[in-house]
Nanobody, 124 residues
Framework: QVQLAESGGGSVQAGGSLRLSCAASSVARCRYMMSWYRQLPGKEREFVST???????SYADSVKGRFTISRDNAKNTVFLQMNRLEPEDTAMYYCQTTGYAGTWCRIPRAAIYWGPGTQVTVSS
């Protein structure tokens, strides 16, 4: 069973920075996409950024130029560097993996896994 564990959330003033990390376990011999989503209470979870195994990335318009996603494949870890944070970035941030592939990978391609989330609070 794939498990994801986020870390790095916290409270910061507007204009500050935070770096989120998410480590995946039980994903040996697999390639997979790693993404970040965020959710405010009472609202739907929204896409923030994604990175594929080859390093290709995409971002939500609201975070382009401020957030940078990266990954360390050797450590099965994805990072989200968040700069110039705004109060509107306040949310619970979730790590997600999907798109599993590989000759020896035993995880279904369409399987989706989520971490428990880490809270980011930006004060004005």
């Amino acid at each position: 069973q794939v498990q994801l564990a986020e870390s790095g959330g916290g409270s910061v003033q507007a204009g500050g920075s935070l770096r989120l990390s998410c480590a995946a376990s039980s994903v040996a011999r697999c390639r997979y996409m790693m993404s970040w989503y965020r959710q405010l209470p009472g609202k739907e979870r929204e896409f923030v950024s994604t990175i594929d195994t080859d390093g290709s990335t995409s971002y939500a318009d609201s975070v382009k130029g401020r957030f940078t996603i990266s990954r360390d494949n050797a450590k099965n870890t994805v990072f989200l560097q968040m700069n110039r944070l705004e109060p509107e970035d306040t949310a619970m941030y979730y790590c997600q993996t999907t798109g599993y592939a590989g000759t020896w990978c035993r995880i279904p391609r369409a399987a989706i896994y989520w971490g428990p989330g880490t809270q980011v609070t930006v004060s004005s």
